[in-house]
């Protein structure tokens, strides 16, 4: 049974950084990739970040400004928010693909508002 558990969301005002955490239970090499994805309300949910491997790619709206990244020790993945602005306002999601199977898994969310 895979778990991902996010951490990190908060209130900040716009300029302001958040570091968002995902901690997966059991390895996460076992993941083909790791990604975040947010959701605004009356949006349909979005891929933020993502990384394979070595590899990262970043939606449009967010490069320069957020960062994933991974530590395999500790079987966390990691999103450093900088420069936020209301627009990043959403529940931010992790999410893994099984290496074998393609299976998705996605963590619970945790929220992040940007508002002065």
């Known amino acids: 049974q895979v778990q991902l558990v996010e951490s990190g969301g908060d209130f900040v005002q716009p300029g302001g950084s958040l570091r968002l955490s995902c901690a997966a239970s059991?390895?996460?090499?076992?993941?083909?990739?790791m990604g975040w994805y947010r959701q605004a309300p009356g949006k349909e949910r979005e891929l933020v970040a993502i990384?394979?491997?070595?590899?990262?790619n970043y939606a449009d709206s967010v490069k320069g400004r957020l960062t994933i990244s991974r530590d395999n020790a500790k079987s966390s993945v990691y999103l450093q928010m900088n420069s936020l602005k209301p627009e990043d306002t959403a529940v931010y999601y992790c999410?893994?693909?099984?290496?074998?199977?393609?299976?998705?898994?996605w963590g619970q969310g945790t929220q992040v508002t940007v508002s002065s």
């Open positions: 059991g390895s996460i090499l076992r993941f083909n990739a």
């Open positions: 990384i394979r491997g070595g590899t990262t």
């Open positions: 999410n893994a693909v099984g290496m074998f199977s393609g299976r998705e898994y």
